[in-house]
């Protein structure tokens, strides 16, 4: 969900407001002589070209639309011109802005955020969709009080993003021109959550919705906290500017916040403790405020968990998500979990390639740092999936019923279809960590063996990614990991070159026995494909990377070590006294191919991805500096100590 390009906002024109219709309309009949063909012959190319496209073939409406309870949202639609016919509406629900404002101020130029995020392909431009934009509730130009991951209502007559969602439709269906009564919703990062509460309860206009990376829950494994553990550089980088109070509606946002080092490493480091932070830069921040102040899984936190209420929806949806986001990756799979588990018979699939945040809606989708996947993957996604499922539902055009899963298998690179996920018939298979850095199928043996340990100082803690960087960047999520196994305080498992392929499809499990000289500490474990020295480069190759003997981050995860038992209520570790760590690492679709070894990698620090662990056990959010101390964790190898990971795995044997 991070954001860090500057938004622009424009003045603003005009504005349209009706009364605010309580019945469901009737769908608007289709209009005489209508035909199917694009509105925009050709290709748009480049964003001048799509821009010129839009002001041409589209005109601007802005309204303002009336809830349940008063408040007015912003809502923006662009109609197509032709009116010899109807078309289908696909609505965008957003905290970030539906600039330009004003009637006559068209994106492109200064608003090029705007444009990218006009639709979700130049697709749905050609073919003639009315696109619908909406500030949420309390953001930008819309009225009311802005409430981050609003929990859903639970009293008969308040408001959450479900009311307003229908609210708004219902206004739609009956105002909008030349609409054929049908829409979809769709979003990508927050949006996402928006389009995913828009399935509970939906409209009856409403026949398709696709949350995109959607954000889903805040302290187990979206954006802020995985495992509990704090996402310090996304939390801050994000609130200090998103999360502003705004008194009034207004056009204007900002999200551009200088580091002012070259490396975001230095920055957090140098920032101190996270108290240290809050007083400097996020004192007047109300969400920040929040978070500092519920620690551990509370009644905060539980109610803005969203999956309980994803259940039954009347629409079809289609949940998509990038194997390598660094943010939503688990809110993709949560989210389609949610409502596979508690629907029977609705239309639910699931789509997930080889991408970063957003990545298929942005780029080709060929890489993702140094690694290739052959293809174009997201070109493939835009055409061949995401187009034809909105124009089936919302158009009638036929199109090959969507498989459950419709995944890309990263290793082999190709798109596979599943009709479960995790698929079915996948083997639960353990990897034990074994004397001498060795890792293996069968358990160890050695009675004696007290496993391995490291010095982890949180005054040096291990950074997330060797290059350096001023801001957080997505393509660490594949990025060559041997920058980490050459320091200290990182164990490292790995096992003899593969004779064969082995896929794995699903969830990851880590078990890990430990110790510590401290009363806390965080565990990162890692996953990764440890390329044969004679792997090619890839050709061109304009940074000069060396393929051989890569170790590609499959998935990395990190818990924190105090809420190992509950997450409700923290607990302390006793000095020297073994006990398990047991955590789940979010799905992947990859095959370690021949050749290829499998490692694991263990460390206690992730930074400035997450923040410090003092290694005492005290409040973090307000920890000081006298309470960081340096410890020494064991990670222990024993028939009755068994270390491990296990594996989801597809095909092929360990």
Not at 135 to 150: A, K, N, P
Not at 396 to 421: H, I, M, S
Not at 548 to 577: D, H, N
């Amino acid at each position: 969900m991070r954001a860090t390009t500057v938004l622009f906002a424009l003045g603003l024109g005009t504005l349209a407001c009706a009364g605010a219709p309580r019945a469901v309309a009737e769908p608007r009949k289709p209009a005489p002589a209508a035909d199917d063909r694009p509105i925009i012959a050709g290709e748009l190319k480049d964003d001048a070209e799509i821009a010129k496209a839009i002001r041409e073939h589209y005109t601007k409406y802005e309204y303002r639309i009336p809830m349940r309870d008063g408040a007015t949202l912003f809502t923006v639609a662009y109609v197509p011109k032709d009116a010899s016919r109807t078309y289908p509406m696909l609505m965008t629900r957003t905290p970030y802005s539906v600039q330009p404002y004003g009637i006559d101020n068209y994106p492109g130029g200064q608003s090029i955020r705007a444009l990218r995020r006009f639709a979700p392909s130049t697709r749905f431009v050609r073919e003639g969709y009315i696109m619908v934009h909406q500030d949420v509730r309390g953001r930008l130009m819309s009225e009311g009080t802005f409430v981050d991951v609003r929990p859903h209502a639970t009293k008969k007559g308040d408001i959450d993003e479900s009311t307003d969602t229908y609210d708004t439709v219902d206004w739609l269906v009956k105002n909008v021109p030349q609409n054929n009564g049908k829409l979809g919703l769709w979003g990508v990062s927050y949006p996402g959550f928006y389009a995913a509460q828009g399935a509970v309860d939906a409209h009856p206009a409403v026949k398709a919705v696709s949350p995109q990376a959607p954000v889903t829950e805040w302290f187990m494994g979206d954006d802020f906290h995985h495992n509990g553990a704090f996402f310090v550089a996304d939390a801050l980088d994000f609130y200090v500017n998103f999360g502003k109070p705004r008194p009034k509606p207004t056009p204007k946002s900002s999200w551009d916040f200088d580091h002012e080092v070259a490396d975001v490493y230095d920055f957090f480091l140098g920032l101190g403790t996270l108290a240290d932070a809050s007083a400097k830069y996020m004192k007047d921040i109300p969400f920040w405020n929040d978070l500092v102040q519920h620690g551990s899984y509370d009644a905060f936190w539980k109610a803005r968990d969203p999956r309980p209420f994803y259940k039954n929806p009347k629409p079809a949806v289609m949940t998509v998500g990038g194997w390598f986001d660094a943010e939503d990756l688990f809110g993709a799979l949560e989210t389609y979990r949610a409502f596979e588990t508690q629907s029977k018979g609705a239309q639910n699939t699931l789509v997930m390639g080889p991408w970063s945040h957003g990545g298929w809606a942005r780029w080709d989708g060929d890489r993702l740092g140094d690694v290739q996947f052959g293809q174009k993957t997201s070109l493939f996604y835009r055409e061949k999936i995401e187009f034809p499922f909105f124009d089936h539902y919302l158009r009638g055009k036929p199109a090959p019923p969507l498989p459950e899963a419709y995944v890309f298998e990263t290793g082999t690179n190709v798109w596979r279809t599943f009709d479960a996920w995790p698929p079915k018939g996948v083997k639960k298979t353990p990897l034990f960590f074994l004397a001498d850095g060795k890792l293996g199928a069968a358990p160890p043996q050695a009675a004696g063996d007290d496993g391995d340990s490291y010095v982890s100082d949180p005054k040096k803690p291990v950074p997330y990614r060797a290059k350096h960087s001023d801001r957080i960047d997505s393509d660490y999520m594949t990025e060559d990991q041997r920058f980490a196994s050459r320091r200290t305080d990182v164990l490292t498992y790995a096992t003899p070159p593969l004779t064969a392929d082995v896929t794995l499809g699903g969830p990851i499990e880590a078990n890990l026995w430990v110790s510590t000289t401290g009363t806390d500490a965080d565990f990162v474990v890692k996953l990764i494909d440890v390329y044969p020295e004679n792997f090619a480069d890839p050709e061109p190759n304009p940074t000069g990377v060396r393929m051989g003997g890569y170790q590609q981050l499959v998935r990395g995860e990190i818990m924190r070590g105090k809420f190992r038992k509950s997450f409700e209520k923290p607990e302390a570790f006793k000095p020297g006294e073994p006990t398990l760590v047991h955590f789940t690492l979010p799905d992947t679709c990859h095959a370690f191919r021949a050749g290829h070894r499998i490692m694991v990698q263990v460390q206690s620090s992730w930074f400035p991805l997450v923040d410090r662990n003092p290694q005492t056990f005290v409040d973090i959010y307000h920890a000081t500096a006298a309470d960081f101390r340096a410890a020494t964790h064991r990670v222990y190898h024993a028939p009755d100590k068994a270390s491990s990971l296990t594996l989801s795995v597809l095909s092929g044997k360990l």
